[in-house]
């Protein structure tokens, strides 16, 4: 015979194929082994079709392509005998599936089938309809299978109920035809019939109001009485499972009465008696009896049940958690963390075991754990719990050091009771877990330590011990040399000593030792190097005896191949040998930062209160969520292409570029100048935040190109040795520092001034306070509607002649602002003459949105150096 005809023997073509020594002899055997097939499909050879199709059913498994024996299963469901239907039946089912549109052609077959007089017959139309029913096929067998509920077999009622659950998925508006059978199902004697029966009515409740509510009033204490009988039942060897009577049952009984109990106290009142027995009686030392416990568990916390049983559950949940069984723990902690919603305080009294859990070796355990006590934490117990995850950090894996280290910030941010609790605790995730840090953690770390004024001396000093021991810690040594630069006189002369410290002996030459050892080592990243380098330059104004030695250290990185740390150190050189002058006004210390702003632009964090001076609740980000932006950038507010309105206040780029608040003096007595210096970018840029990308211009680039092209140190040599401190006029703290920074440029190219064209603009007083008058004329160039030419005519109202008289002027991203240098720098007095400056403004959102300045006037009067400053609004509309 040839082995590969159609009437090969089944187990002779699986040999065939197992012998196969490659893949490519397999192929070749199942295509041989096909043609076969397909030549007997053919010839229609009724002999070996239930042959054909088992073998094709084989080489379907194997995962070959087997679509052209589809129409054999149909032709074997039509035979009249019960071995050749089987095998059709269990072809349809395994190579068809309801997409195929063959399968409408089986439906009359089935139909047959289910009114056959033979009920194994029955049965087998029963389960390939369960298995492949479409909703068509549902609609048109829906009768029949109704009728089956009432069968007198009780595996044929047991199939018709599962193929009863397909049919009102499908069809959920046949649903209401099945309600009344499945109730008689829950009457029923045989376990197999009874179960089924109460997964239909499951089903139904879900898919069904009317069922919810029909089997509420009329099964509910039928239900219970059925539980009650199950779990008092004797020994059954047909239904026991580890001692325990039928806990399939049990689980099944369990989900039905959680759904009836949920949202109506009568049905829930019902069935309290039985929950609790369940609850106390069944055995937890068997797998079986830890399923019941659950489900039990689940039902208490589900339905609306009085508190005494949800202790019991909670209770049961701890024991759960003593289990040496992964699985049995892990379901335990998912529940608990739902009843946590439920009853806090029942839930509190396993917190011990709970932490524990967090040590466990299981990753999945661990993790979980950690998220529930996370949810535990409340001031009550938070130092003590803080304390512990701590304790645990230093030893726990390094995979999952970054979520403890994570949930711990997020719970000392969100439940410090003092400033000092809040910094001693950080102080100490530093030194263990700083390289898992978030960056907008250690971040809102500075802004809380630049508000707690009575703290820095101790902060900078603790700060300057744990860097001692912990130097690999890469936010460690940011945090540290950040504060080194800010508050470095504290460290050397031990200011601020708090009554539990005790003092250090530190040197000016050791404070700019800490620095260079951070900025020279190798695995120092960008930012931590641009940082070191800020405060080296801020160290070299407190420490004048060490400004040498740090311009040399300087001095190395010009020739940096890092472009941002070449223009940093070629900028702060500069200042160091060239304007020694205003350097201590340029880099004096950070003002309070405002941290409601700074939370309030960290999208996507959690609130959490860390307590203010002022008493009023602050929100920080539990360190998770990253932002979207870097910090100077989003400083700057660069995000938005808002027009500011007059008396916004929040959020507004030409406030935080020039660091001004125009919120009028009266709305804020007493703090209006503390709040406008808070918002210095500039005395930022020298002090805090993440250095922008590589590849994104540097902040210095970004402020300096709002005028032109020319470098920051250009603009620092043009400046010279003018000084520029403040007066009562200005209300910016370092303003010294932005004009040197902002200083008054060269000519720069610009487009020539055209005439108005025949356009007339009213002029405008754009700014005039007691003693200056700015105004501005417009003209159009012709055919070029997004550019406006501005001539800005200065005029002295006082008795006395200013020099030095310099004006700057910033403008939001849509607008370009191309400035030529004015007409001279000295300003008559008595407007008995006027300085004029012309400027091209280009609107990309012309029609869209309008002009909009902030402006800025410096000038020298009788050798004292004023800043006046303003915003304009009102240009007009049609620019």
Request: proline letters at 5%.
């Amino acid at each position: 015979m040839n082995p590969f005809s159609s009437g090969t023997r089944l187990r002779d073509m699986i040999r065939a194929i197992r012998a196969c020594k490659t893949a490519a002899e397999e192929r070749a055997v199942v295509r041989k082994e096909c043609a076969a097939i397909r030549a007997a499909i053919s010839e229609n050879d009724q002999d070996y079709r239930h042959r054909n199709l088992a073998k094709l059913m084989f080489i379907h498994m194997l995962g070959y392509p087997t679509h052209f024996g589809q129409m054999e299963c149909l032709k074997l469901i039509a035979s009249p005998g019960f071995p050749e239907k089987r095998i059709g039946y269990l072809g349809l089912m395994l190579l068809l599936d309801e997409r195929q549109e063959v399968l409408m052609l089986v439906t009359n077959s089935i139909k047959q089938d289910l009114i056959h007089t033979n009920q194994y017959i029955v049965g087998l139309a029963l389960c390939a309809l369960g298995n492949i029913c479409s909703a068509e096929m549902a609609r048109d067998l829906a009768p029949e299978v109704e009728r089956l509920l009432q069968f007198r077999d009780p595996n044929i009622r047991k199939k018709a109920a599962l193929c009863s659950i397909r049919i009102i998925k499908k069809v959920p508006e046949l649903a209401e035809n099945f309600i009344n059978p499945a109730a008689s199902l829950l009457k029923e004697k045989h376990h197999g019939v009874l179960i089924t029966g109460i997964q239909l009515c499951t089903d139904l409740c879900k898919i069904s109001t009317e069922a919810l509510e029909y089997y509420r009033k009329k099964c509910t204490d039928g239900l219970v009485k059925v539980l009650k009988d199950v779990a008092n039942s004797p020994y059954a060897p047909e239904y026991d499972v580890s001692g325990i009577a039928d806990p399939f049952l049990h689980i099944r009984l369990l989900k039905l009465l959680r759904v009836l109990g949920q949202g109506d106290a009568d049905a829930s009142d019902s069935m309290n008696d039985i929950l609790a027995q369940v609850a106390t009686k069944t055995e937890s030392n068997k797998n079986a009896g830890n399923a019941i416990l659950y489900e039990c568990v689940s039902t208490i916390m589900t339905i609306e049940e009085s508190g005494g049983l949800r202790v019991l559950a909670v209770n049961i949940l701890g024991r759960f958690l003593s289990s040496r069984d992964n699985n049995i723990r892990y379901v335990a902690l998912n529940m608990l963390m739902k009843a946590i919603s439920l009853d806090r305080q029942a839930v509190q009294r396993h917190l011990t075991t709970i932490l524990e859990c967090v040590k466990d070796l299981d990753a999945s355990i661990r993790k979980r754990a950690l998220e529930l006590v996370y949810l535990l934490v409340n001031e009550s117990n938070v130092k003590s719990l803080t304390k512990e995850l701590i304790d645990f950090l230093e030893i726990s894996d390094p995979e999952f050091k970054g979520d403890l280290t994570a949930k711990i910030c997020s719970i000392v941010e969100k439940f410090s009771p003092e400033k000092i609790w809040y910094i001693d605790q950080m102080l100490k995730v530093l030194p263990k877990a700083g390289n898992y840090m978030k960056d907008e953690v250690w971040h809102a770390l500075i802004v809380v330590i630049t508000n707690a004024s009575d703290l820095h001396g101790y902060t900078v000093r603790s700060l300057y011990r744990e860097l001692q021991t912990a130097g690999e810690q890469e936010t460690l040594v940011r945090v540290s040399v950040w504060c080194i630069g800010e508050y470095g006189e504290m460290l050397v002369g031990n200011g601020g000593m708090l009554n539990q410290e005790d003092p250090i002996t530190v040197t000016e030459s050791d404070a700019v030792d800490v620095v260079e050892t951070a900025i020279r080592r190798h695995s120092s990243d960008l930012t931590t190097r641009a940082m070191c380098l800020i405060a080296l330059l801020k160290l070299s104004s407190r420490f004048p005896s060490c400004s040498q030695r740090i311009n040399d250290i300087v001095i190395h990185y010009k020739g940096s191949f890092v472009l941002e740390l070449q223009q940093r150190a070629m900028e702060f050189n500069s200042i160091i040998e060239k304007h020694q002058n205003i350097r201590s006004a340029l880099v004096e210390r950070m003002p309070v930062l405002d941290e409601a702003t700074y939370s309030g632009r960290r999208a996507g964090s959690v609130p959490a209160a860390v307590s203010t001076s002022q008493g009023a609740p602050l929100n920080f980000p539990n360190g998770v969520a990253k932002p979207t932006s870097t910090p100077l950038v989003d400083l700057l507010d660069f995000s938005s292409d808002d027009v500011p309105e007059p008396g916004s206040s929040g959020g507004d780029f030409l406030q935080d570029l020039l660091g001004v608040d125009p919120s009028p003096a009266s709305s804020q007595p007493g703090g209006n100048q503390a709040q406008k210096s808070g918002n210095d970018v500039l005395l930022d840029l020298l002090s805090i935040g993440t250095p922008p990308a590589p590849s994104s211009p540097s902040t210095v680039d970004m402020l300096s190109s709002v005028q032109d092209d020319k470098s920051p140190v250009d603009m620092l040599d043009k400046l010279g040795s003018a000084s520029v401190p403040r007066t009562q006029a200005s209300p910016m703290v370092g303003s010294s520092s932005m004009m040197d920074l902002l200083d008054e440029v060269g000519p720069i190219s610009s487009a020539p001034v055209a005439e108005n064209n025949g356009s007339t603009y009213p002029s405008l007083v754009a700014f005039e306070s007691g003693s200056l008058r700015v105004t501005f004329n417009f003209s159009k160039q012709p055919g070029n509607p997004q550019t406006t030419l501005v001539e800005a005519q200065f005029v002295n109202k006082s008795p006395n002649a200013y020099s030095n008289f310099i004006f700057q002027a910033a403008v939001p991203k849509f607008l370009q602002l191309h400035l030529d240098p004015a007409s001279s720098n000295t300003l008559p007095a008595s407007g008995n003459g006027s300085i004029t400056q012309k400027l091209q403004l280009t609107n990309s959102q012309h029609g869209k949105k309008s002009l909009v300045m902030r402006i800025r006037i410096g000038y020298k009067i009788n050798g004292k150096d004023v800043l006046e400053e303003g915003q304009v609004n009102n240009f007009p509309r049609d620019l």
